[in-house]
């Protein structure tokens, strides 16, 4: 379904990224990573998607919170594939504090990664999906995009954020075969989230299970983790021509949590 066709996926080393990165490969994408990690194993993750996938894989390693090096990852990704038609805007990180104690140095980093960096990439693709007259902007918000948590200041901002850039980016480009959606998970089981299971566990004097078991049931009704894969998978549904008038949509995959 997408052979022939590029994709960059931000953060894409770890987690959500590389859950929908893998998809985007097995529908035939050439691929971008984006992220940091040991450089022998990205590396080897690069190369095992390719040899597993017949496609094309490199990785930039592009700090998100500079604009600049988001410019040159997107002219690096165009100028390697000649062309640049899917990009998922999906690195982000998590800080967690009462607002009057939010170390304003993580305020700046999350808004930072998770929000100025989905403009800038979106600003830096655009011009070339324009001219080549396709594309597709895949935005990984949250359910803390919709709705609030409590400790989560700049992320719930940021998301939010996010959901606002996409519904103006998707006005922009109304009229066009290029579409902007954003993606709201609920808990996913990756290292962003084993950090505040491990917080809680340690917390509470629990064990890891209990902890993750105990933050499912605060908030996520399936008391299952939504997976990268499930995700990967509505990814691909937002690059189909099924999904081409499908524009500035939230889409939440979150076991019930907005729905409460
Ligand atoms: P993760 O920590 O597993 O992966 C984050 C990725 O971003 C990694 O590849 C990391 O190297 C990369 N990254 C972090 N800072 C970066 C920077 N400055 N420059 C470049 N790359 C950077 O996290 P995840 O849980 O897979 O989260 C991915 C996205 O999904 C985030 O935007 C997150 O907010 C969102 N999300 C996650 C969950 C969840 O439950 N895990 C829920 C909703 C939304």
């Known amino acids: 379904q997408l052979h022939g066709k590029a994709a960059l996926v931000t953060g894409s ?71 640049l038609d899917i990009l998922v805007n999906n690195a982000g990180i998590q800080h967690v504090a009462p607002v009057d104690a939010f170390p304003v ?39 803390h995009g919709l709705v609030a948590s409590v400790n989560k200041a700049a992320y719930v901002a940021a998301k939010h954020g996010v959901i606002g850039l996409t519904k103006v980016t998707a006005l922009e480009t109304a009229e066009s075969n290029i579409t902007c959606n954003a993606i709201c998970p609920g808990w996913v089981l990756t290292p962003l989230v084993q950090k505040q299971i491990d917080a809680l566990a340690e917390s509470k004097g629990l064990s890891v299970e209990e902890a993750g078991r105990e933050l499912l049931s605060e908030k996520q009704p399936s008391k299952s ?3 990268p894969d499930q ?8 690059c189909s021509e099924a999904a081409g008038n499908m524009r500035g949509a939230a889409l939440t995959m979150d076991g019930g949590w907005t729905a409460q």
């Open 13 to 83: 080393t770890s987690g959500i990224g590389l859950g929908i990165a893998r998809k985007l490969a097995a529908q035939g994408a050439d691929l971008m990573l984006n992220g940091f990690g040991d450089p022998t194993h990205i590396a080897d993750l690069c190369g095992a998607l390719s040899d597993e996938f017949g496609v094309r894989v490199d990785h930039n390693g592009a700090d998100m919170s500079k604009p600049e090096q988001i410019e040159a990852m997107v002219a690096a990704t165009e100028a390697e594939f000649g062309r």
């Open 105 to 143: 140095e993580r305020w700046d980093a999350v808004i930072a990664i998770n929000l100025s960096a989905v403009f800038h990439g979106t600003r830096a693709a655009l011009p070339g999906m324009k001219t080549r007259g396709w594309g597709r902007i895949i935005n990984i918000a949250s359910v």
């Open 225 to 227: 983790f939504v997976t």
């Open 231 to 238: 995700l990967g998978e509505l990814a691909v549904f937002l």
